[in-house]
């Protein structure tokens, strides 16, 4: 393996974490970013899912990016991400039932995320399988990052616990704050109110110490 | 007849405003941030999604109902009503196109972004799991593109607004677009005590 590869390598997966976070920098894929964030272990599972999907999208993308007509790539694509999101659907609810419960509409709807249907246009169709592989994992360690920040920051300040998953289907409940939580924050309402007041640190934090403009929408 | 009536409004005054799809079930949130800076935009994608929605309701109960379910393929379902929602938004695409251009000229560019819109693909899958009536999947199509247009109109008249207003830097754009939402979320929870179904 030479150097120049895997200096490649890193940065692309370093991409989708920091420079092309799918949340807090390119602002797609929002709806399950507030509507699962209220407990800590919802939003892990949920970024994992996600994580999945698109590395395996990506995957399946490149493997047959040179038997794919142009002229229907959108449809063909579509197809693969549906397929893998039917599988992902059936082993949440086989493995993690009690998550899937509370998760299950959300995780049918990644099939609509603009974001692993971006990254399969624009990179795992002009890409061999391992940079694929690499920047589907660099998406997906993204947006699990995000969803957990999230989550994190909802359910400490909301109801003063956090719900840690150390199985499949064990969880261990830390309780941090014994006075009375701020409920709004696991309120659906809250949510946007978390986003947004996240979105805004980060601009903060680019404004202050990197010197760089707020991201303007 | 009269108490059926009833049901009817009853299921689109909940799928509009108590069960709000932007406010308390999170979904469409892309395309309510990206087409809300403007009234005028706002009102032609309300139109254009409620349209769409109901006919993707409709059509797509048809098929799980009379093909799927029959076939025993239900597990499916994703893949097929994606599949219709990308015909309905296509075929509509090109009708429009034919037979009315100022239509088209107004309106077409919101369909080509309807397709990537999960509230659409939501409406046929919940009302599935809730196993609706045809009528009421109808309703159900109706009551979520009202609520969503009402939505998208309270928040860009907001932000016609706001453009005037000293927005601290950090809160510039999307996270202020937030907060506001938030505090929209937060008056719409008043409307949970509304009916009870």
């Known amino acids: 393996m030479s150097s120049t590869s895997s200096i490649n390598l890193k940065d692309q997966f370093l991409n989708g974490i920091i420079k092309e976070n799918t949340i807090f920098k390119l602002a797609l894929s929002l709806c399950p970013s507030i509507a699962v964030t209220n407990n800590l272990k919802n939003g892990i599972f949920m970024g994992l899912a996600v994580l999945f999907v698109q590395t395996m999208v990506n995957i399946t993308i490149s493997l047959m990016r040179k038997i794919i007509q142009p002229k229907v790539r959108l449809p063909i694509f579509m197809l693969v991400i549906s397929g893998w999101v039917t599988i992902t659907q059936m082993l949440m609810a086989a493995f993690v039932p009690d998550v899937y419960a509370k998760v299950g509409l959300y995780i049918a709807l990644i099939v609509a995320f603009a974001s692993i249907l971006a990254r399969a246009e624009m990179f795992a169709s002009k890409n061999s399988i391992i940079p694929s592989m690499v920047d589907g994992l660099g998406m997906g360690v993204g947006f699990l990052f995000a969803l957990t920040v999230i989550s994190f920051f909802r359910e400490l300040v909301g109801k003063g616990t956090l719900t840690v998953p150390t199985g499949l289907s064990t969880q261990h409940v830390f309780t941090f704050i014994n006075t009375k939580p701020v409920l709004i924050m696991v309120l659906p309402a809250g949510g946007f109110l978390a986003v947004g007041i996240l979105m805004a640190l980060f601009n903060w934090i680019d404004i202050r110490y990197m010197k760089r403009g707020a991201v303007s929408h | ?197």
């Open chain 2, 1 to 197: 007849m009269e108490s059926e009536f009833i049901k009817y409004f009853e299921l689109i005054i909940s799928a509009s405003l108590i069960n709000n799809f932007v406010f308390t079930r999170f979904l469409g949130l892309c395309i309510f941030f990206g087409v809300s800076k403007k009234m005028e935009t706002a009102v032609g994608m309300s139109i254009t999604f409620t349209a769409v929605m109901m006919i993707s309701a409709a059509l797509s109960w048809v098929v799980f109902n009379k093909v799927m379910d029959p076939l025993g393929i239900t597990f499916l379902e994703i893949i097929v009503f994606i599949g219709i929602i990308a015909g309905i938004v296509q075929a509509s695409d090109t009708i429009m196109r034919k037979v009315s251009p100022g239509l088209y000229y107004k309106l077409g560019i919101y369909l080509a972004l309807i397709s990537t819109n999960c509230i659409i693909l939501a409406v046929p899958l919940v009302s599935v799991g809730e196993k609706y009536s045809f009528l009421q999947s109808l309703a159900f199509g109706l009551g979520s593109g009202l609520g969503f247009g009402l939505a998208l109109i309270i928040m860009a008249s907001i932000r016609e607004k706001l453009e005037l207003a000293d927005v601290p830097a950090a809160f510039k754009g999307l996270p202020m677009a937030f907060v506001i939402t938030g505090l929209i979320a937060l008056a719409f929870t008043g409307f949970s005590g509304l009916i009870t179904l």
